[in-house]
């Protein structure tokens, strides 16, 4: 049993270092979105709990979601992005936390696609008051 648990580590960790030094495979603006992503996340982060204004990491993601749709990213590419950005977590935990994003998806494809700034601000502004996400305001 330890044998298989060494066998299991290494091949986790070979898995996760060949992904990392990878050169990219995906498009340009797949990546872009992953930095956007990340950088969603590295705000979020630094909210403070206590804050009134504090809304849920799956909130912020469903807004920015929205704003990716304008770019007309599609639906499968967002999930398929989210996945890369979680690849470093390769736990049955990292995987449920994935999967507990499908109602982000829902709740980000309720609004319609804008095509101008007007609209933009309509759509953010509609987001923000209806949803209750005043904090969105500070990402």
């Not at 992904?19 to 403070?48: C, F, H, R, V, W």
């Not at 994935?98 to 007007?118: I, N, R």
Request: aromatic share 12%; charged share 25%; proline share 3%.
């Amino acid at each position: 049993m330890k044998k298989l648990l060494i066998l299991i580590y290494a091949l986790l960790i070979t898995h996760t270092a060949y992904a990392i030094n990878e050169p990219s495979q995906y498009p340009k603006e797949l990546q872009e979105l992953g930095l956007y992503i990340d950088s969603t996340l590295d705000k979020i982060k630094n909210i403070p709990d206590n804050n009134e204004d504090f809304c849920s990491t799956q909130s912020a993601f469903a807004f920015n979601i929205m704003e990716m749709r304008q770019k007309g990213v599609d639906y499968s590419d967002i999930y398929h992005l989210m996945n890369i950005n979680n690849k470093a977590d390769l736990t049955t935990k990292g995987m449920d936390k994935l999967d507990s994003y499908k109602g982000v998806f829902e709740e980000a494809y309720d609004y319609p696609v804008y095509e101008s700034k007007e609209d933009k601000g309509t759509a953010t502004t509609f987001y923000m008051t209806y949803k209750n996400h005043q904090c969105l305001l500070s990402l």
